[in-house]
């Protein structure tokens, strides 16, 4: 699985997606910066967490329009699987790959945390070794998590299994006080049509093997590999 990790002006979770991805793929990862126009040729395209160009005007609102990003709108569109976490989740609805935005936390402040998240569709290639249902431990760290978009474009995420992962407490509950930053419907993360593109707020780079205490967040890039490799 040969992946690239874009790198904007204040992306700092770039670094740590790139060691997961190398130590779950054995192969090294291509980081390609904000001002290049292409992208190198690879199974997997990872927009990471951070604070692009500040979080200056709207989170991910300035890196949506760099040079780079043209060239990944363009090959999700032809079928490259993107991830977003985090701040690459705001860049995917600032480009309209993902529908919906990222405002900030209902409480206005900061979280940082861990969560539980329920997996509600193993049938991604970002999840295929999960099970249904399963209950995970992942970290957060934003404050512009709260998942926001209309009714009718909630039923119909919610209709066509586009809710990938979604706050929750110990027992699976979708809770108001399982959910961190006030998201619709305890939304943490959501795909494409295609089930190609994902976007999530919470970090399975940091909880990817033990020593980090955990490894609930391997699975997603061992997903990855399986299908990828």
């Not at 130590?23 to 951070?50: F, N, Q, S």
């Not at 940082?112 to 070794?129: A, G, I, M």
Request: proline letters at 6%.
């Amino acid at each position: 699985m040969d992946a690239c990790v874009v790198v904007f002006p204040g992306s700092n979770c770039d670094r740590d997606v790139k060691v997961a991805l190398e130590a779950v793929a054995g192969r090294p990862v291509r980081m390609v910066w904000h001002a290049d126009t292409t992208v190198p040729a690879c199974d997997i395209i990872v927009l990471p967490g951070g604070f692009a160009y500040g979080d200056y005007l709207r989170c991910g609102a300035m890196a949506a329009h760099s040079p780079v990003m043209r060239d990944v709108v363009a090959r999700a569109k032809r079928g490259t699987p993107v991830l977003g976490i985090c701040n690459g989740f705001q860049v995917l609805t600032e480009t309209e790959l993902l529908p919906g935005v990222l405002m900030r936390n209902a409480s206005l402040k900061y979280v940082c945390r861990d969560v539980r998240l329920k997996v509600e569709q193993p049938d991604t290639l970002f999840t295929s070794h999960y099970q249904k249902g399963e209950v995970i431990r992942i970290p957060i760290g934003h404050g512009d998590g709260n998942y926001f978009a209309d009714e009718a474009t909630l039923d119909e995420l919610e209709a066509e299994g586009r809710v990938v992962f979604r706050y929750v407490d110990k027992a699976g509950n979708a809770t108001a006080a399982a959910n961190p930053n006030g998201a619709q419907r305890n939304i943490a993360g959501i795909c494409d049509r295609s089930r190609r593109v994902l976007g999530m707020m919470p970090h399975p780079e940091r909880l990817f093997e033990p020593m980090l205490g955990g490894s609930d967040g391997r699975k997603l890039f061992e997903s990855l590999l399986a299908t990828l490799h």
